[in-house]
T-cell receptor, first 112, second 115 residues
Framework: AQSVTQLDSHVSVSEGTPVLLRCNYS??????LFWYVQHPNKGLQLLLK??????LVKGINGFEAEFKKSETSFHLTKPSAHMSDAAEYFC??????????FGAGTILRVKS | EAGVAQSPRYKIIEKRQSVAFWCNPI?????LYWYQQILGQGPKLLIQ????????DSQLPKDRFSAERLKGVDSTLKIQPAKLEDSAVYLC?????????????FGEGSWLTVV
């Protein structure tokens, strides 16, 4: 069965500093992986996705993630945090039939 | 392009009452999903439709939850009777089809509080 583990429930960074949100996955076949963001009282927005093409995936708002098969990781990074990045981030893996399995989420706090 | 529409956005009911949520997916999307998100957790799939047929409802509590997508477009999720633990956000989502890796688009959710 496919699953993801988000290693940090909360991450706090200062504005202008790098962001790293960590995610490890488990999959019995070559996975499709996603990062979604959820702002308070809003729906889920797709940040980026990996579907077995380039291992470094660029997404919206300056985010990117690198698929590392040897480490079974798909960490999300951004060079410089902005106040508007404060939200909850979900790492997601797909099951057969395009069903999403979500991690528990990481809440990102950005300090001014 | 219009996104996934859901209503109502917020609902408060007493336990043992019933509630229904409506969803209209993105035009042309054959696959529709209902997810439940309990506070502090990631969303969990309740049911997946392909056109008007159910593909997966293995995690739907069928003694109290039901869902339909009669004409293969919009969908309704019903809870009857509601329990306190049903308090959650109910997210509707859609994708073009069931091919793995197809982008899934989410609505803003229907927030349910059961008191």
């Amino acid at each position: 069965a496919q699953s993801v583990t988000q290693l940090d429930s909360h991450v706090s960074v200062s504005e202008g500093t790098p962001v790293l949100l960590r995610c490890n996955y488990s999959s019995s076949y070559s996975p499709s992986l996603f990062w979604y963001v959820q702002h308070p009282n809003k729906g889920l927005q797709l940040l980026l996705k990996y579907t077995s093409a380039a291992t470094l995936v660029k997404g919206i708002n300056g985010f990117e993630a690198e698929f590392k098969k040897s480490e079974t990781s798909f960490h999300l990074t951004k060079p410089s945090a902005h106040m508007s990045d404060a939200a909850e981030y979900f790492c997601v893996v797909t099951q057969y039939g395009n069903k999403l399995v979500f991690g528990a989420g990481t809440i990102l706090r950005v300090k001014s | 392009e219009a996104g996934v529409a859901q209503s109502p956005r917020y609902k408060i009911i007493e336990k043992r009452q019933s509630v229904a949520f409506w969803c209209n997916p993105i035009s042309g999307h054959a696959t529709l999903y209902w997810y439940q998100q309990i506070l502090g957790q990631g969303p969990k799939l309740l049911i997946q439709f392909q056109n008007n047929g159910v593909v997966d409802d293995s995690q739907l509590p069928k003694d109290r939850f039901s869902a339909e997508r009669l004409k293969g477009v919009d969908s309704t999720l019903k809870i009857q009777p509601a329990k306190l633990e049903d308090s959650a956000v109910y997210l509707c989502a859609s994708s073009l089809n069931r091919d793995t890796g197809n982008t899934i688009y989410f609505g803003e959710g229907s927030w349910l509080t059961v008191v």
